[in-house]
């Protein structure tokens, strides 16, 4: 579930970095774990200057949380918090907009949010099937 989590926050966090402290399995050593958007993760010991790993993807950084035996369940529940935390401010800020606006406002900025994106997909795999140009020679 953690990679699920992982992701969750690489394609929605409103926030463009995150900062989560755990410890390893043996509640021994602490942990340092950091995320930037684009799907870089980090990870370094508490009180290390160095990184265990610097920015890599996610699948790097569980390899690294194996390895240093780092509590992946701690790190899922708080993502998960994190998650939860976000997903109700999103709903406080759609509520809030809701009541400024009104739902036929807000239902015309989905409807526009959606044209845009079905234009733009449309576009770009028009652009994507353009056949490709040949040179030809000149018959004499």
């Known amino acids: ?67 240093n035996k780092i509590d992946l369940g701690s790190l899922e529940a708080q993502i998960k918090a994190d998650i939860l935390s976000q997903s109700l401010y999103a709903k406080i800020v759609f509520d809030k907009t809701k009541d400024l606006l009104g739902q036929e406002a807000m239902d015309q900025a989905d409807e526009d949010f959606k044209e845009f994106n079905k234009n733009l997909l449309d576009t770009v795999e028009k652009i994507l099937k353009k056949p490709k140009l040949k040179l030809v020679k000149e018959d004499k």
Request: no cysteine; proline share 0%; hydrophobic share 35%.
């Open 1 to 67: 579930m953690i990679e699920e989590f992982m992701d969750f926050i690489n394609s929605y966090s409103m926030d463009k970095k995150r900062y989560w402290v755990v410890s390893d399995v043996y509640d021994v050593q602490r942990y340092e774990v950091f995320w930037e958007n684009n799907n870089k993760w980090s990870v370094k010991k508490v009180g290390d200057e160095s990184f265990l790993k610097e920015k890599v993807s996610h699948d790097v950084i569980i390899e690294t949380f194996t390895e």
